[in-house]
């Protein structure tokens, strides 16, 4: 008789959680939250509270005792000003909690920290971003993020937890944070279709291309990963091209009554 999995989600009420909570339901999983917001989705056991409580963390895994340890919270580049400081209480020591945790209470559990493509910096024009390409971070964000990754293979190599680690590109879809630059320029777009703004887009720039990938596509690379990744891996998750904002602008008023924004 096949174990049903008991799946926890950190970071369950963000962005990409409540579609990876989804995903891991209409799976069989028995699925628990942990997130700073107690607005978990349907079907999730949540529980509100800061990965930085360490206590907090101990507390849920040894109530809900997962198999599949989903690590997604954590402060991110451009929702809000943060300090240094910030990043690193949250993305460093944050992770470094739930792990000591997973390996007291579950150590046969495997573990996912999501990391960012954010750590690679700023790559050469149109060269290709494999995951031997060597970290170059380039903001406070990016550096707690590759901290994050250092941490999380240390567990594996010295502990022997089982982590795997994904580095995602840019995600957008349905939960985007205004903030982010497809939701924020269909946010505009959206206003002033309502008459709430007036009919002029703005955007730092156009020109840029960036890897967008859908956010179910990203938790479903979330899941493949978890299942068939190696142990003390990195995987990057995009969708493989560039697209530049001039387009998603294209796409966008495509969808709009008022295509002569």
Not at 118 to 142: F, H, L, N
Not at 149 to 160: L, M, P
Request: glycine share 12%.
């Amino acid at each position: 008789m096949t174990m049903q999995r008991r799946v926890l989600i950190t970071g369950a009420t963000g962005c990409a959680g409540p579609h990876l909570g989804e995903l891991a339901l209409a799976k069989g999983a028995r699925v628990f939250g942990f997130a700073r917001r107690d607005a978990f989705a349907r079907g999730v056991e949540g529980r509100a509270g800061d990965i930085t409580d360490s206590a907090r963390v101990e507390e849920w895994i040894a109530e809900c005792r997962p198999d599949r340890v989903f690590h997604l919270a954590g402060l991110v580049h451009g929702r809000g000003a943060h300090s240094r400081e910030e990043y690193c209480k949250v993305n460093i020591e944050g992770t470094i909690h739930l792990l000591e945790a997973v390996q007291k209470i579950v150590p046969g559990a495997r573990v996912l920290v999501a990391g960012s493509s954010g750590i690679y910096g700023q790559p050469e024009p149109w060269r290709p971003i494999a995951e031997d390409t060597p970290a170059q971070p380039g903001s406070p964000y990016a550096v707690s993020k590759a901290a994050q990754e250092i941490a999380a293979k240390e567990f594996f190599t010295k502990q022997g937890l089982a982590v795997v680690r994904t580095r995602v590109f840019n995600q957008t879809g349905p939960r985007e944070p205004e903030g982010l630059v497809c939701a924020s320029l269909a946010c505009q777009v959206a206003r002033i279709e309502a008459g709430l703004q007036e009919p002029v887009l703005r955007a730092v720039t156009l020109g840029t291309s960036r890897d967008f990938c859908d956010v179910r596509d990203v938790v479903a690379g979330y899941w493949a990963a978890m299942e068939h990744g190696a142990p003390g891996e990195a995987y990057n998750v995009c969708s493989g091209h560039a697209t530049s904002i001039a387009r998603v602008v294209e796409i966008l008023l495509g969808h709009s009554s008022s295509g002569d924004v």
